[in-house]
């Protein structure tokens, strides 16, 4: 249909570094197109197809279908499920968020 649904929120450090943060969404926004607007991307996934609101695994495989390995290598993918398989992701070229524990 077009649309996208996605709450998102850039960050920048003027002449530092810019970090996408996709929140939930369900498509790949548009502005990651061109991904070297971005020093580190964060993006939400599953590997269902059959939820509407969340981006699948497989969708993200298209979008980045052209992606570098470079490229790739700036996305870390979050909101993961327990049987979501990092393995596969980290061969496909992209990284894992990972939770910080502050004390």
Same mark, same amino acid.
């Given at each position: 249909? /077009?649309? #996208?649904?996605?709450?998102?929120?850039?960050?920048?450090?003027q002449d530092e570094f810019c970090i996408f943060?996709? /929140?939930?969404?369900? #498509?790949? !926004?548009?502005?990651?197109?061109?991904? !070297?607007?971005?020093?580190? =991307?964060? !993006?939400?996934?599953?590997?269902?197809?059959? =939820?509407?609101? !969340?981006f699948s695994y497989d969708k993200l495989l298209? @979008?980045?279908?052209?992606?570098?390995?470079?490229?790739? /290598? %700036?996305?870390?993918?979050m909101h993961l499920e327990e049987d979501f398989?990092? &393995? %596969? @992701?980290? %061969?496909? /070229?992209?990284?894992? &968020?990972?939770?910080?524990? =502050?004390?």
């Open positions: 249909n /077009g649309s #996208c649904n996605t709450f998102s929120i850039e960050f920048m450090l943060y996709s /929140g939930d969404t369900n #498509c790949f !926004h548009q502005n990651l197109t061109n991904i !070297h607007n971005y020093d580190y =991307i964060y !993006h939400e996934v599953t590997s269902s197809n059959e =939820i509407p609101v !969340h298209e @979008a980045t279908k052209n992606f570098t390995k470079e490229e790739k /290598g %700036r996305i870390y993918l398989d990092e &393995a %596969r @992701a980290i %061969r496909d /070229g992209f990284h894992i &968020a990972t939770n910080l524990l =502050i004390e």
